[in-house]
């Protein structure tokens, strides 16, 4: 399962295997912020693109990548069309394992805008990818929403902020690309909370524990 698994008053977490590698943090310039997931209501894309936009106003140097698939793809693809930052947003369809791995590796920031959907009244379960970009070193920016909070430690790990407010997530990309020591520090210790809590061992044992 890609979420959270409930028996009762159990709780079994997805485990994610820890790369070999992790990302180094030095940039400030020519950065890539990565969404890697379904493009539905409830991870909300459209707002995390116009985040983008708005930090480039600002004076972020960076690119978005946003891959996957879902009933908001149209609506992501008119967004960059019309966006004066087009050629530095990418839409790619879904990948396989090892392709993600490596984009996590090129990337420098994860995003997700995570809130209760308007259409589908759905909150985020989980996030295993919001895992698998902690794994390999990257800092999450985000938002206070669902399984979230469970997996992200907020100010530790990556930035938080209230659901819908793309200013404030704007903001966080702002403060992450200018300080390439905070990205590293956030990606060591997502990286770290992944190996503690989030292993597949971890996984193992508490199914065992629970049946």
């Not at 790619?92 to 984009?103: R, S, V």
Request: aromatic share 6%; proline share 6%; with cysteine.
């Amino acid at each position: 399962t890609w979420s959270v698994f409930h028996h009762f008053n159990h709780v079994k977490y997805y485990g994610v295997p820890l790369p070999t590698v992790q990302k180094e943090h030095h940039k400030t310039e020519d950065l890539q912020i990565l969404h890697l997931g379904r493009l539905v209501d409830f991870k909300s894309p459209d707002r995390t693109i116009k985040a983008f936009e708005i930090a480039r106003s600002r004076g972020l140097k960076a690119k978005l990548v946003m891959v996957g698939n879902g009933p908001l793809k149209v609506t992501c693809e008119l967004l960059r069309l019309r966006s004066p930052y087009k050629d530095s947003i990418r839409i790619l369809d879904p990948i396989p394992p090892e392709q993600a791995q490596k984009l996590y590796l090129e990337s420098d920031i994860y995003t997700q805008h995570n809130l209760t959907g308007e259409l589908s009244n759905q909150a985020e379960g989980f996030g295993v990818s919001i895992l698998e970009a902690m794994a390999s070193g990257l800092p999450f920016v985000g938002t206070r929403s669902g399984g979230i909070v469970e997996s992200v430690v907020e100010n530790v790990t990556g930035i938080l902020n209230e659901p819908g407010n793309v200013e404030a997530q704007a903001d966080s990309f702002l403060e992450l690309a200018r300080n390439p020591d905070l990205r590293q520090k956030m990606g060591e210790a997502g990286r770290k909370r992944v190996a503690e809590h989030f292993s597949p061992e971890k996984e193992k044992n508490r199914l065992i524990q629970i049946m």
